[in-house]
């Protein structure tokens, strides 16, 4: 069997349509990743990713992909991309051990010539201080034998305007000659490459994006709580200051922050300056902001049951959309986890509605579900808006026979409740 152009480690979020993309390109293309229900369900033709349908897996698998437990796949390959995830240990802090695992695995079937690429993410210094000791620990030499390069991942889940190939690749390298064997490699699968001095700098440019929307959605948010305490509407405060052309990008108020970067980046990017005697004190500033956002979504639920002449204990609320963004099933660092431990605290009997998501549990216990949005209306004493699918905005909120709290500002009616 002929070695793969492209190996890709990791086949989620972010590998998979890297993978997919590769095969597009005509790559003879291949994956690894350790999950044996991953690898069997795309072996069927099955996706287990939202952005990549079983269609495109059939495609990838007509034109010669393939997928394996086994990282002998690994074997030979000109190419190999490194996309496990980088998330955060039950603690809160940054957990790098399954990148350390992949490379360690790569690093046993490391030969002459191959290009390593990480897109995983990580705090500055990861590529050089973390990953390079460890593919040199075989005897081979950066720059001399291999090249190892840093391109950071910009997947956007349920983002259809801006796809792998339309969206700006950063690309860098250990040295000059590896940032030029990633920027070859990446142009045959983007429209635009964009090479960073370093690898240190494409690393702070991946934390800094998504850092900038953290502390951008903490000020809106925390502005939503100041302007529900003094009577102001924040919407219609948004609605005025995003006519500004300039000098303004809006955001929106929520029940606090999700998914796979916006909630963790910042979190590397504090844990490694801290580690360097530096204090991002706007980070941290943010952090208590969005972390307090759970609570006051169910101070709020609290008030309106209160107003209402009910009891918080005991009271039926049904969270409307568990995800962590509109239109897609990712769940991972969802609000929903904390708003509904702390509506829990409160004695409320909390259950959800979402189409995109099938069980959902809270530490351990599952959240029961309703299968319509009737049934999830009328079945509570107040419902809890907490993602914008589409699917809702025919919502009847105002045929509910229940009171609505809306946290994302797109709900009409007169049992409606803006955050």
């Known amino acids: ?8 480690v990791g086949l989620g979020y972010v590998g998979l349509p890297l993978a997919r993309r590769a095969c597009e ?19 069927r033709g099955r996706s287990h990713i939202g952005d990549v349908t079983d269609e495109d897996v059939g495609a990838m698998l007509a034109a010669g992909f393939r997928a394996s437990t086994d990282p002998g796949i690994l074997t030979g390959a000109r190419t190999v991309v490194i996309c496990v995830p980088t998330g955060l240990t039950a603690t809160g802090t940054p957990d790098l051990e399954p990148l350390r695992a992949a490379v360690r695995t790569v690093a046993r079937y490391l030969e002459p010539g191959t290009l390593v690429c990480v897109e995983s993410t990580s705090h500055p210094g990861t590529t050089e201080e973390i990953v390079r000791p460890l593919l040199e620990a075989y005897g081979l030499r950066v720059g001399e034998d291999f090249h190892l390069a840093y391109s950071p991942e910009r997947i956007d889940p349920g983002n259809t305007g801006f796809t792998f190939r339309t969206t700006p690749k950063i690309v860098s390298g250990c040295t000059t000659l590896c940032a030029k064997y990633a920027e070859v490699f990446y142009e045959q699968l983007v429209d635009t490459v964009v090479v960073a001095t370093g690898t240190r700098e494409a690393e702070m440019a991946k934390l800094l994006e998504n850092a900038y929307r953290y502390v951008n959605i903490a000020l809106v948010d925390e502005a939503a709580v100041y302007c529900d305490r003094v009577g102001i509407d924040i919407w219609d405060v948004l609605r005025c200051a995003g006519t500004k052309p300039f000098g303004f990008s809006a955001f929106r108020p929520g029940p606090g922050v999700g998914g796979h970067c916006i909630p963790v980046d910042p979190r590397y990017l504090m844990t490694r300056a801290a580690e360097q005697g530096f204090t991002f004190r706007t980070l941290r500033a943010a952090r208590e902001v969005l972390d307090s956002m759970p609570e006051h979504v169910a101070g709020r639920v609290r008030d309106l049951l209160h107003a209402a002449g009910r009891n918080p204990a005991g009271a039926r609320v049904t969270l409307f959309g568990v995800t962590y963004k509109a239109d897609v099933s990712d769940t991972r660092e969802s609000p929903a986890y904390p708003v509904a431990r702390a509506l829990r605290a409160l004695g409320a009997r909390v259950a959800y509605h979402d189409p995109y998501v099938e069980r959902f549990e809270v530490d351990g216990e599952p959240v029961p579900r309703h299968r319509t949005e009737r ?45």
């Open 1 to 8: 069997m002929m070695s793969a152009e492209v190996a890709v």
């Open 375 to 419: 049934d999830a209306l009328a079945g509570s004493d107040l419902a809890v808006l907490l993602q914008e699918h589409t699917g809702y905005r025919s919502a009847d909120w105002d045929g509910a026979g229940c009171q609505v709290l809306d946290t994302r500002g797109t709900a009409e009616g007169r049992r409606v409740t803006r955050l």
């Open 25 to 43: 390109a005509g790559m003879e293309t291949v994956g690894h990743d350790i999950g044996a229900d991953v690898v069997d369900g795309l072996g």
